[in-house]
């Protein structure tokens, strides 16, 4: 035979050498999650290892990634429901739990970039990512623009560095962007959530913020799952509107979609690991039914692979603290 691909496999350094796509920990994004209280630890049984933290242990987290090489974080809060009403009333609040954060966070991590979450859900008592009719159980988009509009404003003045708008309303990324460029924020970064699927896979990060529709599903916001062509489509008008970062969510089912988008724009591509892909991970690594960390690389590594330029994933510290001691 002349020709015999296993040449290039026959070496551990011949392999290293033809390798085409890396991992590393400065692709990751860690999202984490924040609740009122001081020395709060609160395990999510949905997600092991995943844990509501209030502020001082927020911050201790970060430091902790930090030193593994992951220097962007992704913030959820987890909002009182005596806080939640229909109008999202407390994502207005400058001194809201996210804020507080943010502002802390900044002060003694100047350097960690933040990724602020833009939508209703957590804040509404409906648990629908923008405003509700309640006569007609309709979501209205143009009203949830203004509310997006200036939770944007208070990310930003808390320290934000990105804004992730995750609602899927239309004309929310040119609203925001306007919203920021009339602020002076004028560089802040937008992730826009381009490709956002009515997916099966989100259920343990509800249960994490206590943030599933009250009624209905999100079907009519949240893309559906058998198509392609309408990302693309969703990935233009974001680019048209001033996004800078386009995002698909969820990851290992739609790396498709991953590669579709790389292959359409210039702008960096994210994929989210989401708490779905997450739970299946370890529920089979706990079961012994796989090898955890081995099937969490190479996952990792399928969204690298795909095209994304970054993955916002649970997995960011014990991902990068393997990595660190080995290569994949």
Known sequence: MLIRPRRLRSQPYLRDL????YLKPNHFIAPLFVKEGTSQKEAISSMPGVYRLSL???LKEVEELRQVGVQTIALFPVVENHL???KASEALNPNNLNARAMRAIKEKFPETIIMADVALDPYSSDGHDGIVDHKTGKILNDPTLEVLQKM???HARAGADII???DMMDGRVRSIREALEEEGFHETVIMSYTAKYASAFYGPFRDALDSAPKFGDKKTYQMNPANIREALREAVLDEEEG???LMVKPGLPYLDVVKALKDSTHLP???YNVSGEYAMIKAAGERGWIDENRAMLEMLLSFRRAGADMILT???KQAARLLNETKF
């Open 56 to 58: 001082d242990l927020l």
């Open 269 to 271: 591509i994210a994929a």
């Open 314 to 316: 649970y997995f960011a």
């Open 18 to 21: 033809v390798q085409e796509t």
């Open 243 to 245: 996004a800078d970062i």
């Open 84 to 86: 939640k009403d229909a």
């Open 164 to 166: 992730g708008p995750s």
């Open 152 to 154: 944007s404003l208070v």
